[in-house]
Each structure stands twice: as structure tokens, then as C-alpha cells.
């Protein structure tokens, strides 16, 4: 569909120009949307011939976001327009796209060909559309399977930023009180050690449990298709993240729990990061009403810190302590495996990476 055959002119904007991104941005508040020009690889907008904004759609990596259409050109062709135009954008280069929106405009997103995967009412819905969707993941999780003889059968997500020996640890627990453990590693690359490398400490620090199964989380655990840095003008954060959190929850309960026959989810507490903590609270809100047990451990402790509290063990002060060249204050943070890569060659990249980066990951 060419812009050319319609009442309507497309400009990309240039993220980069403070005055488009306050354009955007002015119109996107008006309707509800905080924009973040950090999050969207590109933005445009829709003009009619008098130069009035009709719309605007940004997309981030395979999704597409901030998709809106001006209140007196909802009746016209607008969203259509904005919608096809991201969407091919991002096929050319991807096989699958995904949008994170209202559940009340999800239905415009299905007249265009999306299908609903899963809604946190009353803010979100996620949809997808594309050569490939979550029944291709699913065949792949058939794939790796295993048959047992009883349904204790356990599950942990992880990302494992770096693998600590607090993940060993409860790995080794659930392992211990499980006949099979499907581990699932966040697959995006959004952290600091790659998801190649973090695949390889893992499977490395636990070769010593039969039970235990990796798994390629994919675009659907933990993924920023579907768990996105999305802001609502009205909304707090701890509710927009709790949403977000019911949302992967869902997902993971509807469409991977039936398939791996899972019954027990562990998870360990959380005392540090708020994401995490809503993350936790979605499990203990969705997963029981299918089935699913949700075991929190305790969070393992080495010593006392300065505070004289308990020193836990978190990937986060790993990272610190690479950031400020004090990685021997938390060697006992580490397993084997962690610790031989970050003294190797092979973790300069990595550690230059962690400390040129300002943020949490």
C-alpha cells in the first residue's frame, strides 16, 4: 500500500533532532503515551495535505510501539496506513512482529492480520504477526522434551547475568526435589555477557545434574518483543511493570506449562530489583490457578555485609564489582565456570562492556 494513493503524506522522523522528537512526543501525550526516543529504532508520522498530524507508529527491533491515530482521523485509513508500513519495515527484516497495546484497540490490530497471544487487563495486550509465531516455539519445545515417569517436573527462568552460585544454587535445589528441571535462559541479548556465553557458564556449572534440561527461551520468556520499556502518561510504573509481568506469565502458563507437563516453578526472592520483584508477584497471582506450585528460596547469603545484614549473592554485584576492578571481593559470587572466563582473554570484551555502561545490565 503506497502513501501516494491516499489523502495522506508519511515522514520519518529524525530521533536524533530534538525539535521532531518534541513534535512526536507533544502529539503522543495528548493521547496517553509518555515517548521514549531511547526505545524505538525509528518513529514516523502521518500527515493529511494540510499538514496536520493524523498519526504516528514507532517500532523497536521486531516491535512495533506508539502506534496512535489523532481522534478526528480515527474514521479514515490512518491506522491501516501507519500499521502496514511498520510492519513491512520490520519483515523485511524479520520473520515475526509484535505489538504491545490497549486491549481495547486490540481488535484494530486483528482486522490487519495480528493474533492476540495474551492480555493483562485493563492495560495490555500482545500480538504478533508474521511467518513464524508461537506455535513454531512450542514445536520446538516438543522437540526437546522428556518423558518421565511422574509429574514432578520443575521449571526455573533464568538470564544469569553472569551465572552466579546463587543460580547454582537454586538449580542444585530444584534439581534435588524434582525428577526434571526444564531450565529456560533468556535468549535476547540485552545484558552484558552475551547470551552465547551465558548459555555456555551455565551448561558448563552444571554438567553435574542429569536432570536438569536447558532451554532457548526465545521470543517469549522475558523478551523485550513482549515485555517492553512501554509507558502509559497516566499509569504509575509499578503498575505498568506488574502488568507487563502478568503478561510473560501468561504467556508461559498457557501456552508452554500443557506442553512440558510442568507443576512446580522456582523462583528466589527478591532484594534488589523491582521488575524482578513484580515479575514474582504475576507468578504467585497466575501460576497456582493452573496448576503450577510456585516454590520462592530463600536467596543465598555468604557472610554479613558493611550493614551487618546478610551478604546475598546477586548478579548486579558482580557486575559492580568487574565496573570498579573489584571482582576479588565477590570471587566467592562465582562458580568455576564464571570465574575461569572472566580471568580468560575471552571476557575483555565483556568487561568493557560493563564498564562503560551506566545502567543495570
Not at 526435589?177 to 529456560?184: C, K, N
Not at 520499556?229 to 497516566?234: G, S
Amino acid at each position: 500500500m503506497n502513501f501516494e494513493d491516499t489523502d495522506f503524506r508519511q515522514e520519518v522522523l529524525d530521533i536524533e533532532n530534538p525539535y521532531d522528537v518534541k513534535l512526536v512526543s507533544d502529539f503522543l501525550n495528548d493521547l496517553g503515551f509518555d515517548y521514549k526516543v531511547d526505545d524505538v529504532d525509528c518513529t514516523m508520522l502521518l500527515y493529511n495535505l494540510n499538514d496536520e498530524i493524523v498519526g504516528t507508529g514507532s517500532y523497536k527491533n521486531k516491535t512495533l510501539k506508539y502506534v496512535a491515530v489523532a481522534q478526528k482521523f480515527r474514521d479514515s485509513t490512518a491506522f491501516a496506513l501507519i500499521v502496514t508500513h511498520i510492519s513491512n519495515v520490520i519483515m523485511q527484516k524479520h520473520s515475526t512482529c509484535f505489538v504491545f497495546t490497549k486491549p481495547k484497540t486490540a481488535k484494530l490490530f486483528q482486522s490487519l492480520g495480528f493474533s492476540i497471544i495474551a492480555t493483562a487487563e485493563p492495560l495490555f495486550t500482545v500480538l504478533e504477526f508474521g511467518l513464524k509465531t508461537i506455535k513454531d516455539y512450542q514445536v520446538y519445545l516438543k522437540s526437546i522434551k522428556r518423558e518421565i515417569k511422574t509429574n514432578n517436573i520443575a521449571t526455573i527462568v533464568v538470564n544469569c547475568n553472569p551465572f552466579t552460585n546463587g543460580h547454582k544454587y537454586l538449580i542444585e535445589k530444584a534439581a534435588s526435589e524434582s525428577e526434571l528441571v526444564y531450565l529456560f535462559v533468556v535468549e535476547e541479548n540485552l545484558s552484558a555477557f552475551p547470551f552465547e556465553i551465558r548459555w555456555d557458564l551455565i551448561k558448563k556449572g552444571i554438567q553435574h545434574l542429569n536432570n536438569v534440561v536447558m532451554v532457548k527461551a526465545g521470543e517469549y520468556i522475558v523478551s523485550g518483543s513482549i515485555f517492553p520499556n512501554y509507558f502509559l502518561k497516566n499509569e504509575s510504573f509499578d503498575l505498568v511493570s506488574q502488568k507487563q509481568a502478568e503478561i510473560d506469565v501468561t504467556i508461559f502458563t498457557e501456552y508452554f506449562v500443557p506442553i512440558l507437563g510442568i507443576t512446580k516453578r522456582y523462583i528466589g526472592t527478591e532484594n534488589y530489583c523491582k521488575t524482578t520483584c513484580a515479575y514474582n508477584t504475576a507468578m504467585f497471582k497466575i501460576l497456582p490457578k493452573a496448576g503450577v506450585e510456585v516454590i520462592e528460596i530463600t536467596r543465598k547469603a555468604l557472610g554479613m555485609d558493611k550493614n551487618n545484614e546478610p551478604n546475598y549473592i546477586s548478579a548486579s554485584k558482580v557486575r559492580d564489582a568487574i565496573k570498579n576492578d573489584r571482582l576479588n571481593e565477590v570471587i566467592d559470587f562465582i562458580p568455576v565456570s564464571t570465574r575461569d572466563f572472566l580471568l580468560s582473554e575471552d571476557a575483555i570484551e565483556v568487561i568493557h562492556r560493563i564498564k562503560s555502561y551506566s545502567g543495570r545490565h
